[in-house]
């Protein structure tokens, strides 16, 4: 389909856009001469480049995947931002999820003002928005104090030396420097910083909003009918690298500490391996905003509307044939109708969206919107992609989380996992599902049943998770293991002398008894040995008063005693992605298919609306909620709940692969409805035909121009 200009509607196929006469010399070196190449003229040369779709489909791509690399590279430093902010994960899924609030309250105008503006500088400005954002998220480092991993060593002390050891009683006004800390410009400058944050995740959403729809749009309209096809696959090609990169570069710049740029003198004693690390959250952001930020810039010399590309891809012409014929017909069928059959079909809202007012618009939606979600079939298709869309928001927002405190590994490391196996497994299960659709010209029966195993054994790889872990090591105060060997209890009183300040938090780890202590002062130790060795320096503390035996107790905590089941549980989580993935293109087949011709650009709209509203919103959210419940040890800042510092693995466990299940199972009784009301529609075609036809379950899923409205079910 042709581009609207103004308000006329549709624009006849074979006739040409009406240009500017500041681009006709530029168009006519490209047009006039042989094969389409530009004039030899030197001024016509340099314009010509942003006339060309392929140039444009270049440029879009590298777009998208600078936005999809800004926007997920939160999610691969949340659990670092929830520790340098002391952040609850309920909160930290809320500032995940913040961005669609922006992008759900005006996506829906999309359709609207599709054909009124100009479509390339809009996703420009779109892009320096989302470049402004990811600047506006790395700002609360620039502005916060510089982190200070122990609370209680005061600004002239070396961090980490003497402040957690067992002081005799005379330092009790030790922890005065903490609560002198909690003043009212600490607590402004911690609320100033976390607004910027949900400040900047609200812009990254509208800024994202023309991105998509614009561009998908753009290369539709002026690209060749068979070609528009392998210029879109290669755009999602492109876009779906996005995540990878975001992760990639999470794993890269959490290597570096927070402070990389005023680091204290001395150093500091902290490895990635600490539990009190923080890497450079921060610096991902300034790396993908100016990524954001050199991809706009050709967006502001492309024309508003180019010519429509006359020549097919020769190399694609035989594979593209089939696939593009139904569209090509479609569009030609629709081409030929008169003004007046033309306006009676096409009533949908993409249709006369620009012969409307915003009020009318407004208006007019409603009425729209629920003649699209009679349809159950596609009602039904997005039911179950709510649910898998809300299981992806859950894993790409909190797994990083999962895995470091389930198999005690690195947010580096972590992040390194998912960006090497999850994200690639799921782009072959896309890759999959579209090949299968294809090659085996599925019917909606065969693509429901394609949905339905997916699923089902995508949730059967699910159930092995629930045992893939190890229940929390015993910390001495706050968790005890029955049957292990007793840790404070074994002494009572024994850190009585040594007044441990509440709020210090500088774990050490008893490797004979596998018991954590919060601090050395809770374990009793009045000593610090530092042991040189070749590649790095291993902290000891000594005369622990609460230890059995007095021996020695390392820095840092306890390794999980699953550390080598990581390995595998992300290989089945990526399994389980490559099954959920097959099943993308299928359903979205349903979807396109199912609703009438004049309905499918706001059936695709809603389908996006809902999907934002009803999982990559709420999700975050109640998977940071559910894993909030699983803490028992909560740090506290300035007498308000702060980061947890402990988790029941346990039950985070339980509880986060379960939210997993509930929605794979949600998304599979879906699959199994859409299976029954096709098989039901096919028994009542079957009695109205009287004469069998081979391409029965086709000819229900495309709406023919004699049908009614209402019969349009699929």
Same mark, same amino acid.
């Given at each position: ?391 992806? @928001? ?247 709940? @702060? ?72």
């Amino acid at each position: 389909m042709g581009p609207r200009i103004g308000k006329s509607g549709q624009r006849p196929v074979g006739e040409e856009p009406q240009m500017p006469d500041k681009d006709t010399k530029a168009m006519m070196g490209t047009e006039d001469t042989p094969g389409g190449k530009p004039s030899p003229d030197p001024q016509d040369l340099r314009p010509s480049v942003f006339h060309n779709i392929k140039f444009f489909v270049l440029c879009h791509s590298l777009l998208q995947l600078a936005q999809l690399m800004i926007s997920g590279y939160l999610k691969s430093s949340i659990s670092t931002v929830e520790k340098r902010f002391g952040l609850s994960s309920q909160t930290s899924g809320l500032l995940a999820a913040f961005n669609e609030v922006g992008n759900t309250t005006l996506i829906v105008f999309v359709s609207y003002f599709g054909s009124r503006v100009h479509r390339p500088r809009l996703i420009g400005y779109g892009a320096a928005l989302v470049a402004l954002a990811g600047l506006l998220m790395a700002l609360p480092h620039f502005i916060s104090e510089p982190y200070r991993f122990d609370s209680t060593s005061a600004v002239d002390m070396p961090q980490d030396s003497e402040a957690s050891l067992c002081l005799p009683t005379t330092s009790a006004p030790a922890p005065a420097p903490s609560n002198g800390s909690c003043s009212s410009y600490m607590e402004a400058q911690h609320l100033a910083a976390v607004g910027l944050m949900f400040t900047a995740q609200t812009l990254l959403g509208v800024g994202g909003v023309p991105i998509q729809p614009f561009g998908i749009s753009y290369i539709d309209d002026f690209a060749h009918n068979s070609n528009s096809p392998l210029y879109l696959g290669i755009l999602f090609a492109m876009t779906m690298v996005g995540p990878g990169l975001a992760y990639g570069l999470g794993s890269l710049m959490l290597r570096l500490y927070v402070d990389i740029d005023r680091m204290p003198e001395g150093g500091i004693s902290l490895t990635s391996k600490d539990p009190r690390w923080v890497g450079a959250w921060w610096l991902g952001f300034l790396i993908s905003a100016g990524a954001v930020a050199l991809a706009a810039i050709p967006y502001f010399f492309f024309p508003r509307e180019m010519p429509k590309e006359k020549h097919e891809l020769h190399f694609r012409r035989r594979v593209l044939a089939v696939s593009a014929s139904p569209v090509s017909k479609g569009e030609d069928s629709s081409s030929e109708q008169s003004p007046g059959e033309s306006l009676e079909k096409n009533d949908g809202l993409a249709q006369i969206a620009p012969d409307l007012t915003v009020t009318q618009f407004i208006k007019v939606f409603p009425k729209v919107l629920l003649r699209t979600l009679r349809h159950p079939i596609f009602l039904l298709v997005v039911l179950s992609q709510v649910c898998m869309s809300s299981m992806v @928001a859950g894993l790409a927002t909190f797994l990083p989380k999962f895995l470091e405190r389930q198999f005690s590994v690195t947010a580096s490391f972590a992040n390194l996992l998912i960006g090497c196996i999850s994200i690639p497994l799921a782009i072959v299960g896309i890759v999959l599902g579209g090949v299968l659709v294809k090659r085996l010209h599925m019917g909606p029966m065969r693509c429901g049943i394609l949905c339905l195993l997916g699923m089902l054994f995508c949730l059967l790889l699910n159930l092995p998770l629930f045992f893939m872990g190890c229940s929390t090591h015993q910390i001495a105060g706050i968790i005890h293991q029955p049957g292990a060997q007793p840790g404070l209890e074994l002494f009572p009183g024994c850190m009585e002398p040594c007044s441990c300040p509440s709020d210090n938090f500088n774990p050490v780890c008893d490797p004979s008894t596998r018991v954590e202590y919060l601090t050395p002062c809770h374990a009793g130790c009045i000593s610090r040995v530092v042991q040189e060795g070749l590649d790095k320096s291993q902290v000891f503390y000594t005369n622990c008063s609460c230890v059995a035996g007095g021996s020695p107790v390392l820095a840092g905590s306890c390794n999980s005693a699953c550390s080598h089941l990581v390995l595998p549980f992300m290989v089945l989580v990526g399994l389980g992605a490559t099954l959920a993935c097959v099943t993308h293109t299928p359903s979205f087949m349903l979807i396109l298919r199912g609703v009438k011709k004049e309905d499918k650009t706001l059936a695709v709209g809603i389908q996006f609306m809902l999907l934002r509203v009803l999982a990559w919103m709420p999700s975050p959210v109640i998977h940071g909620s559910a894993i909030d419940t699983t803490c028992v040890h909560w740090a506290q800042s300035c007498g308000r709940r @702060a980061v947890c510092r402990y988790y029941d693995n346990d039950l985070l466990r339980n509880r986060f692969i379960g939210l997993q299940l509930f929605f794979k199972t949600g998304s599979l009784a879906c699959f199994a409805l859409i299976l029954a009301v096709l098989r039901q529609q096919d028994k009542e075609e079957r009695t109205k035909v009287t004469i069998p036809s081979p391409g029965l379950q086709e000819q229900l899923l495309v709406s023919g121009p004699e049908k009614k409205p209402e019969e349009s079910r699929v």
